[in-house]
């Protein structure tokens, strides 16, 4: 009954915001926002020579620029890394119950770690977010956070694996520290998301933002499915279950020396903003 009470609630804000959009949202601003979205909005003689010549642009078709985004070996090389960050912080948050189920942690416990995951990603959220927007560093910010995340699983790891060996002789010992750790997690997790969507915009752009941005958030599903399969695969087995814990960390490293080894783009968007300003 509990869990039917919350679905309805869920159900319920999501019908609200579904009327909202329908009633207040609009399909455009009444003049475009930046210079980038005023290339779409009313293009000129300029532009249109522009769209004929750039096959990356959005009104050459879906197939094309499709094609032309899979060309991009900057953007690919950046899907993989994203793919890789994004896909380990989801299965994270997946796997808190087989992580921590098993030492002896109740529901409400693990339940207040997914909460604090959670609040300390919207802090994130919000300061990241400012950061980059006054000095626009998407890459060296995606680097920083992916960095706070590899090194929050290797702090989580280690919490959770001191206490196998301890589980009902002075158990959640570390419960404390396995709290920061989540709220770490969560912070670097959940700002790294929007920053390398937009960093996927900067690197290939004039393709639409709606088409890069789901691109990758599809990508990083696959990684997500590969590691909640394996947690049920070795779920009766301990010994596996901390090897996936550590295992954990290696995406966001991979994710690390990707980007810094093979992603070469520019900041296409700001450029073009910045050329149309002078």
């Not at 009327?19 to 979205?37: E, F, H, R």
């Not at 779409?40 to 642009?57: L, M, T, Y």
């Not at 927007?133 to 959770?160: E, H």
Request: proline fraction near 4%; aromatic fraction near 8%; charged fraction near 15%.
């Amino acid at each position: 009954d509990q869990k039917m009470i919350l679905l309805l609630i869920e159900a319920g804000i999501s019908f609200i915001a579904l009327v909202l959009v329908i009633i207040g949202a609009k399909d455009k601003p009444p003049t475009p926002p930046s210079a980038s979205a005023a290339l779409f909005a009313s293009p000129s003689q300029q532009q249109h020579q522009q769209v004929n010549e750039d096959e990356s642009h959005p009104k050459k078709g879906y197939g094309r620029t499709l094609c032309t985004m899979m060309k991009d070996k900057s953007f690919l090389v950046l899907t993989i890394a994203f793919t890789l960050g994004t896909g380990s912080f989801w299965g994270a948050i997946s796997l808190l119950q087989s992580f921590m189920g098993p030492l002896g942690y109740t529901d409400t416990e693990i339940g207040f770690m997914g909460s604090v995951m959670v609040m300390t990603g919207a802090v994130g959220s919000i300061v990241v977010g400012l950061v980059v927007d006054r000095w626009r560093v998407w890459k060296s910010a995606v680097i920083v956070l992916l960095t706070g995340l590899l090194l929050s699983f290797l702090a989580m790891a280690i919490a959770l694996g001191s206490e196998i060996n301890n589980v009902g002789e002075n158990s959640h010992r570390n419960i404390v520290w396995i709290g920061i750790t989540s709220g770490l997690i969560g912070f670097f997790g959940t700002s790294f998301i929007p920053v390398g969507l937009e960093l996927g915009v900067e690197t290939t752009f004039p393709i639409p933002e709606a088409m890069t941005t789901n691109w990758q958030l599809s990508m990083a599903q696959f990684s997500t499915i590969f590691l909640v399969i394996c947690a049920s695969v070795f779920e009766k087995n301990q010994k596996a279950l901390e090897g996936l814990k550590w295992g954990i960390s290696a995406f966001p490293a991979v994710a690390i020396l990707l980007l810094l080894a093979l992603h070469r783009a520019p900041y296409k968007r700001l450029n073009m903003e910045l050329k149309s300003k002078s």
